[in-house]
T-cell receptor
Framework: AQSVTQLDSQVPVFEEAPVELRCNYSSSVSVYLFWYVQYPNQGLQLLLKYLSGSTLVKGINGFEAEFNKSQTSFHLRKPSVHISDTAEYFCAVSGSQGAQKLVFGQGTRLTINP | DAGITQSPRHKVTETGTPVTLRCHQTENHRYMYWYRQDPGHGLRLIHYSYGVKDTDKGEVSDGYSVSRSKTEDFLLTLESATSSQTSVYFC?????????FGPGTRLTVL
């Protein structure tokens, strides 16, 4: 079984500042890792994913994340945020085999202030 | 656009009534999932399907049943709705190692 902990429930930052959203996971099997974004009153959109290969993963809208197996982390970063990045962000993990059921973290609400 | 639709998109119902939510895909994917989203909990898996007539329970399956008689349709049924089942319900399909989500159904049980 897997579990995910997002270490911050809310993160306020100023526009054009860098941001890091933290995610730790636990699993007894090899995993796939994901970050999803949910804009207000909308569905979930995939930001980026780690399936295998390079541990630094680049996604849409200038976001990137680094898979750290020894620290069981998958933190999301962006060097300069915009007002339009205001949303809720979810980290998720699945096993790499079988049904690949997703286990989500509780979410981090990112608020960008002008 | 991953080709997933959900119906209805909004529903208000009363405690004790049966409710069925429908998920339809046009991608012919084998795996389909139902999740619920609640504040402070992220999304949690209710049930999933790995083929026609093949389903299994997820983390929060009590009070829910599912059926899949065709590859493209996955139905979620609340046999007797309760107020604790007020939530937003998302359907998903699995393609190439990632899941694509439908637009969601907002269900309110009064």
């Amino acid at each position: 079984a897997q579990s995910v902990t997002q270490l911050d429930s809310q993160v306020p930052v100023f526009e054009e500042a860098p941001v890091e959203l933290r995610c730790n996971y636990s699993s007894s099997v090899s995993v796939y890792l994901f970050w999803y974004v949910q804009y207000p009153n909308q569905g979930l959109q995939l930001l980026l994913k780690y399936l295998s290969g390079s541990t630094l993963v680049k996604g849409i809208n200038g976001f990137e994340a680094e898979f750290n197996k020894s620290q069981t982390s998958f933190h999301l970063r962006k060097p300069s945020v915009h007002i339009s990045d205001t949303a809720e962000y979810f980290c998720a993990v699945s096993g790499s085999q079988g049904a690949q059921k997703l286990v989500f973290g509780q979410g981090t609400r990112l608020t960008i202030n002008p | 656009d991953a080709g997933i639709t959900q119906s209805p998109r909004h529903k208000v119902t009363e405690t004790g009534t049966p409710v069925t939510l429908r998920c339809h895909q046009t991608e012919n994917h084998r795996y389909m999932y139902w999740y619920r989203q609640d504040p402070g909990h992220g999304l949690r898996l209710i049930h999933y399907s790995y083929g026609v007539k093949d389903t299994d329970k997820g983390e929060v399956s009590d009070g829910y049943s599912v059926s899949r008689s065709k590859t493209e349709d996955f139905l979620l049924t609340l046999e007797s709705a309760t107020s604790s089942q007020t939530s937003v319900y998302f359907c998903a399909i699995n393609g190439h190692g990632e899941q694509f989500f439908g637009p969601g159904t907002r269900l309110t049980v009064l």
